[in-house]
């Protein structure tokens, strides 16, 4: 690894969601040199593929890729050096180490971890068999491929809520399939009640989903009296919740879950890996919190490293060398 100048501090966030973005941004802006890797070449995490976000603190409801873009452009105009490769393994030795999937070996000084989550699995016999050609686990993609149809949507908060709701506005028939109450926010919640076009089944839950040539219906079992029926449908959309991606990260800094604990500065049990977003327990669910969490980590990590007097101008000198390459 080449350090160009003694003593700055080296800031490595993991993800390219919307908290990483923003906390590699800020980073950088206080005149650290930031390294952010984003494993899936796509950047925006959970919303890259969302079509219209809601809960923003201003008007109109922009899509994640729009989001997303805005912001990895902030960040390249402060010089925030970009690597497309996941993070495979973090070393929490004397000195930080980063393993990323190119095998390449990092040692950054500091580490904000802007992993995310991914959607979890049902774990169904024909879930992973009719991936992409019945089922999937994004409404604004492949909602049109279900025009006037029938589809199911299982799960019942946020993200299940507010991907029916797209599904709504274009399949003949939305059915959401929700072992318990919708626990979705009441503004989502209102909207769905209000499409004619969608009705629920309560207290099941889908045991396999089935068909030949693509998806033709779910298999129900209703967990009052463990009755077994079957619902026709062509589109299956699983939205039961996420799982953290922590894996790469030693066990000591996760709770029971897989999140990261983490104190109001957002460090870990480990002073020098702060954590951000849906990696981190206790995170409330909402894209503008990820991007502000991601904002308070990048101002605790740089106090760790308070520059000397000449190294703050020098850290601006790099930022416009790198932007200037
Ligand atoms: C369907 C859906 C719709 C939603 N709609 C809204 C909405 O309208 N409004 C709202 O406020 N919230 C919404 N949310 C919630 C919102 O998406 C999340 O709160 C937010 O995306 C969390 O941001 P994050 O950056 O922490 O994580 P993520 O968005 O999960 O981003 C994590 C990033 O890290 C990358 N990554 C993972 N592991 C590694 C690794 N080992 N190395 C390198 N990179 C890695 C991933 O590829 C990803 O790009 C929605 C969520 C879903 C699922």
Redesign the pocket.
Known sequence: MVRPLKNLAEVAV????????SAARQAARLGKLVTL????G?????????G?????PFGG?PS?QEIAIAALEECQKVGVRVIE????QIGLGEQLSLT??LGEFHQPDAVIV??????RRLGVPGEEEFLGRGVS???TCDGGFYRGREVVVIGGG??AV??ALVLARTSGQVTVVSRSPLSAQREYIDKLDARENVRFVWGSEVTAIVGENGVSGVRLRNRNDGSESELACSGVFP?IG?EP?T??LPPTLLDADGLVRTNADFASADPRVFT?????AN?G??????MA??VGAAMAAARLFKPGPNEHEQGIRHAKKIVAH
């Open positions: 993991i993800g390219g969601g919307l908290a990483g973005l890797f984003e494993g899936s796509l950047y925006g995490g959970l919303v890259a593929t969302v219209e976000v809601s809960g923003l409801e994640g490769a996941g993070v495979a990323d999937d802007a992993s995310g989550a991914s959607l686990r994004c409404a946020d993200s507010h991907e939205f996420l991606n894996r790469f951000v977003g849906a990696a981190r995170y669910g909402h894209l503008i919190q990820a969490e991601g």
